[in-house]
């Protein structure tokens, strides 16, 4: 294997403060060209404050992008704090780069969440809530620039796709030509099953003779193959490893075309497969995880679903783990089988920070490490355990939290820092256009979703540029809502669950609500059919335990999170033209003070909440100090503006425990007193309750 060794560069006599050791600079910049935030002026970016010390770097060109995305990757890395992870291609890259602790996909499964980071707009947007509905089909998306096309066509790059970037045949093609320059390479996908234009070979779909000398090739969701790590035969490698080996050839046919002066930039996508299951790795990434030295996963009590969790919050777990894992609800499974499992996703992820690595040495190679934004992240999480599930498809954290990491090397002051911040993979594609130094998407005519977090490249500090995380997940059945969102079409959707995870300080919260969906109707929603709601607390070590909604303790903060979340609906539901999908406005309820401030009985003990969730191993603080919230979030659509008020986590106010007790029965989901609006699932409870979500 190659070492993760860094190239340590001297530091310009000019600026002691740039660049950080082993980032070699581009630009010397002098006082001058610094802005008053401390980050450098769009003239120093673009022309360099002093022309005799630029090096072989084109300053003035934009910037190259290497975006990494690999799928089912939880923040289960030494740069997020597990130390029992090997992942030191990864955690190298989150030392020269800046690593997001809150980022979170907008839907936690593959179709749906890759289709909307790559074009730039929500799922209500893209109308992909399934693995059947394609965001090209006439009047949704046939005219929007992706990601990758805007790239392409505003800014002249070199554009190519190795691997799982778009979901499979969604778009048909992978978009190409519209997307992509070079034609994509799937390397799973033959081409006698729909891959026409696919450049690879019609390669089988496992190595040729290939066998596993840990776990089954088809029988089990594991297998250590008998590959070697350094395989370079195409026949005989994992898919992974010929993906990688495609970038690696896409990356030095970028670098030809801009030596050329051909293209602008380059833009090279990589999608890694893994650690999607099976879990398939070359064996030699097992050696360094012994089952005997393998934590105790007690999961913390994340084992259940939540005490007082709807049933439609919980996802069935995925048949792709075999008969070892019971799908039943809140079953349980052995110590030992949540080793094995877990010691095979920790190879897995290893393997594939083994394959990121070999890019980035090769971006080095090219001599284009200090000119390229590099973004690694994926599409979703996935839960191991947790919430007695195994799988996605849920709005638990466990299934929404991502990695995120964004190496600009010319922003020293992102080099190596860690933000707390609220991120979204819908921010993505506003993100990298601006770091990249193209033209912002909406004033060329893209009007996409999300926020730029490219100002926190310079100051990660900043938690007010986001305060919520906005997410979703359909379901198929209002009497069976369990069912995972995967061949069924757009109009068979009955049920649809929003999700807002906010921060405050000292303490976060995350505010789903299940709305009934009619997905053959233009229109979509009706805010009034709320079917069930769920609060949870993190930061005080309870996290998605138990389902706070009953607790009239936290009324007020049900509320306003409610309200906040059918705003941020309303919002996001536009059509290009602005046109809102016919939503009904909902009734504004009484908050109180618009001057009142946030209190919280843990917001003088520590500034950040603790990483409680499962698959975090540590908990750590931001040590930023601010003590209130910006409650607007920060995206050009988003006008709403709303009165901040007291938590409610000291006493139960009695005009609110009065506005409870008129509740008469479970049709009665809302209260017209003077509190309208405000959804009651304290006391009224549909016909899809658990009541106490624990196994007996």
């Not at 649809?496 to 053959?520: K, Q, S």
């Given at each position: 294997?190659?070492?993760?060794?860094?190239?340590?560069v001297?530091a310009?006599s000019?600026?002691?403060l740039?660049?950080p050791?082993?980032?070699?600079?581009?630009?010397t910049?002098?006082?001058?060209a610094?802005t008053?935030t401390?980050?450098p002026?769009?003239?120093a970016l673009?022309?360099?404050s002093?022309?005799?010390?630029k090096?072989?770097?084109?300053t003035k060109s934009?910037?190259?992008?290497?975006?990494?995305?690999?799928?089912?990757?939880r923040?289960?890395?030494?740069?997020?704090?597990?130390?029992?992870?090997?992942?030191?291609?990864?955690?190298?890259?989150?030392?020269?780069?800046?690593?997001?602790?809150?980022?979170?996909?907008n839907?936690?499964?593959?179709?749906p969440?890759?289709?909307?980071?790559?074009?730039?707009?929500l799922?209500?947007?893209t109308?992909g809530?399934t693995?059947?509905?394609?965001f090209r089909?006439?009047?949704?998306?046939?005219?929007?620039?992706?990601?990758?096309?805007?790239?392409k066509?505003?800014?002249?790059?070199?554009?190519?796709l190795?691997?799982?970037v778009f979901?499979?045949?969604?778009?048909?093609?992978?978009?190409?030509?519209?997307s992509?320059t070079?034609?994509?390479?799937?390397?799973?996908?033959?081409?006698?099953a729909?891959?026409?234009d696919?450049?690879?070979?019609?390669?089988?779909?496992?190595p040729?003779?290939v066998s596993?000398?840990?776990?089954?090739l088809?029988h089990?969701?594991?297998?250590?193959?008998d590959?070697?790590?350094?395989?370079?035969?195409?026949?005989?490698?994992?898919?992974?490893q010929?993906?990688?080996d495609?970038c690696?050839?896409?990356?030095?046919e970028?670098?030809?075309?801009?030596?050329?002066?051909?293209?602008?930039?380059?833009f090279?996508a990589?999608?890694?497969?893994?650690?999607?299951?099976?879990?398939?790795f070359?064996?030699?990434?097992?050696?360094?995880f012994?089952?005997?030295?393998?934590?105790?996963?007690?999961?913390k009590g994340?084992?259940?679903?939540?005490?007082?969790?709807?049933?439609?919050?919980?996802?069935?777990?995925?048949?792709?783990?075999g008969?070892?894992v019971?799908?039943?609800?809140?079953a349980t499974?052995?110590?030992?089988?949540?080793?094995?499992?877990?010691r095979?996703?920790?190879a897995?992820?290893?393997?594939?920070?083994?394959?990121?690595?070999s890019l980035?040495?090769?971006?080095d190679?090219?001599?284009?490490?200090?000119?390229?934004?590099?973004?690694?992240?994926?599409?979703?999480?996935i839960?191991l355990?947790?919430q007695?599930t195994?799988?996605?498809?849920?709005?638990?954290?466990s299934?929404?939290?991502?990695p995120?990491?964004?190496r600009?090397p010319w922003?020293?002051?992102?080099?190596?820092?860690?933000?707390s911040?609220?991120a979204?993979l819908?921010?993505?594609y506003?993100?990298?256009?601006?770091?990249?130094?193209?033209?912002?998407?909406?004033s060329m005519?893209?009007?996409i979703?999300?926020?730029?977090l490219?100002?926190?490249?310079?100051?990660p500090?900043?938690?007010?540029?986001?305060?919520t995380?906005?997410?979703?997940?359909?379901r198929?059945?209002?009497?069976n809502?369990?069912?995972?969102?995967?061949?069924?079409?757009?109009?068979?959707?009955?049920v649809m669950?929003?999700t807002?995870r906010?921060?405050?300080?000292?303490v976060?919260?995350?505010?789903?609500a299940w709305?009934r969906?009619?997905?053959d109707?233009p229109?979509?929603l009706r805010i009034?059919?709320?079917l069930?709601?769920e609060l949870?607390?993190?930061g005080?070590?309870?996290?998605e335990?138990q389902?706070?909604a009953?607790?009239?303790?936290y009324f007020?903060?049900?509320?306003?999170?409610h309200?906040l979340?059918?705003?941020?609906?309303?919002?996001?539901?536009?059509?290009d033209a602005?046109?809102?999908?016919?939503l009904?406005v909902?009734p504004?309820?009484?908050?109180?003070d618009?001057?009142?401030?946030?209190?919280?009985?843990?917001s003088?003990?520590?500034?950040?909440?603790?990483?409680?969730?499962a698959?975090?191993?540590?908990?750590?603080?931001?040590?930023?100090?601010?003590?209130a919230r910006?409650?607007?979030?920060?995206?050009?659509?988003?006008?709403?503006?709303?009165?901040?008020v007291k938590?409610?986590d000291d006493?139960?106010?009695?005009?609110?425990?009065?506005?409870?007790h008129?509740v008469?029965?479970?049709?009665?989901l809302?209260?017209d007193?003077?509190?309208?609006?405000v959804?009651?699932?304290?006391?009224a409870?549909s016909?899809?309750?658990l009541g106490n979500?624990?196994?007996?």
């Amino acid at each position: 294997m190659h070492s993760a060794t860094t190239k340590t560069v001297a530091a310009p006599s000019t600026n002691t403060l740039w660049p950080p050791t082993g980032i070699a600079p581009s630009t010397t910049y002098t006082t001058s060209a610094v802005t008053q935030t401390g980050g450098p002026s769009a003239e120093a970016l673009d022309q360099g404050s002093n022309s005799s010390t630029k090096d072989a770097v084109h300053t003035k060109s934009k910037k190259n992008v290497l975006f990494i995305i690999a799928d089912d990757l939880r923040p289960d890395f030494g740069a997020y704090g597990d130390s029992y992870a090997y992942t030191p291609y990864i955690d190298k890259l989150a030392k020269e780069g800046l690593t997001f602790k809150h980022a979170f996909t907008n839907f936690a499964a593959c179709a749906p969440s890759r289709t909307s980071f790559m074009s730039g707009r929500l799922p209500d947007t893209t109308k992909g809530f399934t693995f059947t509905n394609d965001f090209r089909e006439a009047g949704i998306g046939d005219s929007w620039r992706t990601l990758p096309q805007y790239f392409k066509e505003v800014g002249n790059y070199y554009t190519a796709l190795s691997g799982k970037v778009f979901h499979p045949m969604l778009p048909p093609n992978n978009d190409y030509p519209k997307s992509w320059t070079a034609k994509p390479f799937t390397p799973n996908c033959r081409i006698s099953a729909g891959c026409p234009d696919n450049i690879a070979e019609d390669l089988p779909v496992y190595p040729k003779n290939v066998s596993c000398l840990w776990g089954e090739l088809r029988h089990s969701p594991y297998c250590a193959a008998d590959v070697p790590q350094n395989e370079t035969r195409v026949d005989k490698q994992l898919w992974d490893q010929r993906t990688r080996d495609s970038c690696i050839r896409q990356l030095r046919e970028g670098a030809e075309q801009l030596r050329l002066g051909k293209v602008d930039g380059f833009f090279i996508a990589c999608g890694f497969h893994k650690p999607h299951l099976s879990y398939m790795f070359p064996a030699e990434f097992l050696h360094h995880f012994r089952l005997h030295d393998l934590p105790e996963q007690t999961l913390k009590g994340y084992d259940f679903v939540p005490i007082d969790a709807p049933r439609v919050a919980w996802p069935e777990t995925e048949p792709g783990w075999g008969q070892t894992v019971s799908r039943d609800f809140n079953a349980t499974m052995s110590t030992r089988d949540i080793k094995m499992f877990r010691r095979a996703n920790y190879a897995t992820v290893s393997y594939i920070d083994d394959c990121i690595g070999s890019l980035l040495d090769v971006l080095d190679k090219l001599d284009h490490a200090n000119d390229t934004l590099v973004v690694l992240t994926s599409d979703h999480s996935i839960a191991l355990g947790e919430q007695g599930t195994w799988g996605k498809f849920s709005n638990f954290e466990s299934s929404l939290k991502v990695p995120l990491i964004i190496r600009a090397p010319w922003i020293r002051q992102s080099v190596g820092k860690k933000t707390s911040a609220l991120a979204e993979l819908i921010d993505l594609y506003a993100t990298m256009t601006e770091l990249a130094r193209l033209p912002k998407p909406r004033s060329m005519g893209e009007h996409i979703n999300g926020t730029s977090l490219a100002p926190l490249m310079w100051n990660p500090n900043d938690r007010k540029l986001k305060t919520t995380a906005f997410s979703q997940m359909a379901r198929k059945y209002v009497d069976n809502p369990s069912f995972r969102p995967l061949n069924i079409k757009r109009d068979e959707i009955e049920v649809m669950g929003y999700t807002l995870r906010e921060r405050r300080p000292g303490v976060g919260f995350r505010y789903t609500a299940w709305f009934r969906f009619f997905g053959d109707d233009p229109d979509h929603l009706r805010i009034e059919d709320l079917l069930e709601c769920e609060l949870y607390k993190y930061g005080d070590g309870r996290g998605e335990v138990q389902n706070l909604a009953h607790d009239p303790k936290y009324f007020e903060t049900l509320q306003e999170m409610h309200e906040l979340l059918v705003s941020k609906i309303r919002v996001e539901m536009r059509s290009d033209a602005g046109k809102l999908t016919a939503l009904p406005v909902w009734p504004s309820a009484v908050t109180g003070d618009e001057d009142s401030k946030i209190i919280d009985e843990d917001s003088t003990a520590h500034d950040d909440e603790s990483d409680t969730d499962a698959h975090q191993h540590s908990t750590t603080h931001d040590g930023d100090d601010t003590t209130a919230r910006d409650h607007e979030d920060g995206s050009d659509t988003d006008a709403h503006q709303h009165s901040t008020v007291k938590d409610g986590d000291d006493t139960a106010d009695d005009g609110h425990n009065d506005v409870v007790h008129l509740v008469s029965s479970t049709e009665d989901l809302f209260v017209d007193t003077e509190h309208v609006g405000v959804p009651v699932s304290v006391l009224a409870r549909s016909k899809l309750s658990l009541g106490n979500g624990r196994a007996g």
